[in-house]
T-cell receptor, first 114, second 111 residues
């Protein structure tokens, strides 16, 4: 069964901390994405990557960075966590050139910044 | 934002009834996809319809697309309690395989 695995289901961090959210996929997908989901706002794209070491800004990249050193792993970094980054973070991957299969999502990381 | 908008925001029906959710979007698209999210979990891909298609079926799901009205509908027939979830439409308009999601419709199916 194909999978996207997010390292933590729940996370509580303090304001100002550097936070790493890890995402690993085992499907050999080229594309990987980070979204955040907030009530009333839906899903918003933070960053995405089409290949190793490549990254592109999404709609709300401010306060975040990403790293993709290996094809299967896409990390989201909160440089200095703030309370307005409290959210559900969803990682997804997809096969390049095959939109019919859609995105495969991880189960999400619910991050609380206190 | 090119975000799609689902309608209604919430829908409550009885088991066995049909559920219809609508999605409107703003710009030309390559394809439109529907996803389901069970409470507090990740999203699951349900179905994709391409811009040159008008209707598509998958099991109890029927999706239509009207590009002239920039709208789509998702019909779930003979609904079950297990269909209780949030449903999102997502549009691929950029050509770069990034999806823009709507805010979702919460469907409650009561036994």
């Amino acid at each position: 069964d194909v999978k996207v695995t997010q390292s933590s289901r729940y996370l509580v961090k303090r304001t100002g901390e550097k936070v790493f959210l890890e995402c690993v996929q085992d499907m050999d997908h080229e594309n990987m994405f980070w979204y955040r989901q907030d009530p009333g706002l839906g899903l918003r794209l933070i960053y995405f990557s089409y290949d190793v070491k490549m990254k592109e800004k999404g709609d709300i990249p401010e306060g975040y960075s990403v790293s993709r050193e290996k094809k299967e792993r896409f990390s989201l970094i909160l440089e200095s966590a703030s309370t307005n980054q409290t959210s559900m973070y969803l990682c997804a991957s997809s096969l390049q050139g095959a939109p019919s299969y859609g995105y495969t999502f991880g189960s999400g990381t619910r991050l609380t910044v206190v | 934002s090119q975000q799609g908008e689902e309608d209604p925001q919430a829908l409550s029906i009885q088991e066995g009834e049909n559920a219809t959710m609508n999605c409107s979007y703003k710009t030309s698209i390559n394809n439109l996809q529907w996803y389901r999210q069970n409470s507090g979990r990740g999203l699951v891909h349900l179905i994709l319809i391409r811009s040159n298609e008008r209707e598509k079926h998958s099991g109890r799901l029927r999706v239509t697309l009207d590009t002239s009205k920039k709208s789509s509908s998702l019909l779930i027939t003979a609904s079950r309690a297990a269909d209780t979830a949030s449903y999102f439409c997502a549009t691929d308009y950029s050509g770069y395989s990034t999806l823009t999601f709507g805010k979702g419709t919460m469907l409650l199916v009561s036994p």
